[in-house]
């Protein structure tokens, strides 16, 4: 070893921290390539009793200089936190999984008990997940409670291998009495993909620990972070929860909505950049309406949410008394819209928490056409309904059979075939069904769009509509949300994905709106959204002008408390 190598050493190992059971070669930025290159790091590791956490990162180790600290590790046996990122910078890809091999077997030597194993930004691949695997496997890492991997290009093939190793670890440790408890899972920038997501999903489901999940921009769309959704909501103690700069859009947005309805102890939401849209806003506005109680931080920017959307998640994030910061910024709100949100919050009293507003992208085209966006995997049948971010057949046995009477209304309805089912009218309610929203709205401007003053036409249609909508109001505030989101679409209303198509309104069809929400089913929360969206997008129902301003006067003083 060259003389001026060892005194940059030797300069380096007195700025050494080392106290605390801890070891700290921390951006000494060290060349270490061979054995005789850290034979004083190495003699600092054997005298050293207790050894309980070591930092090498921001150093470049070899494989010759890793097998020579794997043998000083060999007696750590009380060694618990690996700091080892950014580790390996300029060594042949080649060359990690063998360094991690031999640190990896020298813990499991020693018999060491890990709690922390940080190796992010080290770029080694599915190869070197391979040279973690045994390892993460065996009992040195069933203890293990934060695993750090960003931006280590892992891949889909590294995403299963870490998966697999994680389950394998779970299965070990709880045939001992004492499952792997992971906290923290941190692995951005890896290209995880659909594939490598729902390998982890199963892992982190299985874990059900996990506090922190951080998995920003891994090239995941809606069918991983459907399946990321799931498992989420089996993780009750889940505190922060970072996807940003993934593909949500509308299906991956309401999986993720319907699994924040089971956790309570959510802190921090990042969806930033996740092409959540204004229809996934309304949702996760839903879920903040009626849960997650302790929210402090709401990332929806760079989503494509429109103004009216901003707007009702501001309004549900009012009565949150943790909230520190609400970012909605890169969206589609433009110039007003972002002043009309500003104004909103500081009218709330929340003005402070509100995010700079500076890269807004205005306001959204009129021909714009989201179908576009949606992959052949968005097309399926119309008949598949989801629970609970899973798809189900629709012939799945819960729904009974509805006479044919009420089938022949729906396919061909008239005011006469309506008169004609009598107390069957009441059968109608089974035929809105709250997790399939698009069919419940379709439904509801059936029936409502047969309004006419003629008495008995008219009350047959406003009891059947209170019937309806009774149902489909009185559940949670997420479905109610739902459904009223894909009533906007149909509307014209809210720009909608996939391919729901606006109808043609009647003035009837208003009407029947106008006498829903004097009635008790149809709450505050609900008359605030309604109103919001009839306030923004009011060209869209020009054709039913009269109709449209009873409507709007009607809402107003329901959102104003007033009867």
Not at 34 to 58: H, I, T
Not at 497 to 520: F, N, R, T, W, Y
């Amino acid at each position: 070893m060259a003389s001026d190598d060892i005194a940059q050493l030797a300069d380096a190992l007195s700025r050494t921290h080392v106290g605390d059971g801890e070891l700290s070669y921390k951006d000494l930025g060290l060349k270490l390539d061979n054995a005789e290159s850290v034979e004083d790091l190495v003699r600092e590791m054997e005298q050293y009793p207790g050894l309980r956490a070591l930092r090498l990162e921001g150093n470049t180790v070899g494989v010759d200089a890793a097998r020579a600290i794997a043998k000083a590790l060999e007696s750590k046996d009380l060694l618990q936190r690996c700091y080892w990122s950014d580790m390996f910078t300029g060594r042949l890809r080649s060359e990690i999984p063998t360094a991690l091999r031999s640190l990896g077997g020298a813990l499991m030597s020693a018999g060491a008990r890990l709690t922390e194993l940080d190796l992010s930004d080290n770029a080694f691949g599915p190869d070197g997940v391979k040279g973690i695997e045994q390892l993460l496997k065996s009992p040195s890492c069933h203890t293990l409670q934060e695993l750090r991997l960003n931006n280590c290009g892992m891949g889909i093939g590294g995403g299963k291998i870490l998966a697999e190793a994680l389950i394998d670890g779970h299965r070990q440790s709880s045939a001992h009495g004492a499952p792997l408890k992971l906290r923290v899972f941190v692995a951005g920038r890896n290209r995880l993909e659909n594939e490598g997501a729902s390998a982890l999903a199963k892992a982190f489901q299985l874990m059900g620990s996990l506090e922190e999940v951080h998995m920003p921009q891994n090239g995941i769309n809606h069918a991983g972070v459907m399946a990321l959704a799931s498992a989420m909501r089996h993780n009750p103690e889940l505190r922060v929860l970072n996807f940003n700069d993934n593909t949500f859009t509308k299906r991956g947005t309401l999986a993720m909505a319907q699994a924040l309805r089971h956790l309570r102890n959510v802190q921090v939401i990042n969806f930033g950049d996740c092409l959540v849209r204004s229809e996934g806003a309304i949702a996760l506005a839903a879920v903040l309406t009626e849960g997650l109680p302790i929210l402090k931080e709401l990332n929806l920017s760079f989503g494509e949410i429109t103004e009216a959307a901003a707007l009702v998640v501001a309004q549900a994030v009012v009565d949150k008394p943790d909230m520190e910061k609400v970012d909605l910024n890169g969206n589609s709100l433009g110039e007003e819209g972002c002043e009309a949100l500003r104004e909103a919050m500081e009218n709330m009293d929340k003005g402070g928490m509100l995010a700079s507003l500076s890269d807004d992208e205005g306001e959204p085209d009129d021909d714009d056409d989201d179908a576009s966006d949606c992959s052949e995997e968005d097309e399926e049948d119309s008949d598949n309904v989801k629970e609970n971010g899973i798809t189900r057949k629709d012939d799945s046995p819960t729904k009974p059979q509805s006479p044919a009477e009420i089938m022949s209304f729906l396919c061909c309805p008239s005011a006469e075939r309506l008169l004609q089912l009598g107390e069957m009218r009441t059968s109608l309610q089974q035929q809105v069904d709250a997790s399939d929203p698009h069919k419940a709205a379709e439904v509801l401007l059936k029936i409502a769009s047969l309004y006419s003053e003629e008495p008995e036409t008219k009350s047959a249609v406003l009891e059947t509509i209170d019937g309806v909508l009774r149902k489909l109001l009185s559940g949670s505030a997420f479905q109610a949300y739902c459904f009223l989101s894909s009533l906007l679409v149909m509307m014209g209303l809210l720009k909608g994905e996939g391919k729901m198509k606006k109808v043609s309104l009647v003035p009837g069809q208003l009407l029947c709106l106008e006498h829903a929400i004097q009635q008790d089913y149809f709450s505050q929360h609900h008359a605030s959204l309604l109103h919001t969206f009839m306030s923004k997008n009011s060209r869209a129902l020009e054709s039913c002008s009269s109709a449209s301003e009873r409507l709007s006067s009607t809402l107003e003083k329901k959102c104003h408390g007033q009867h």
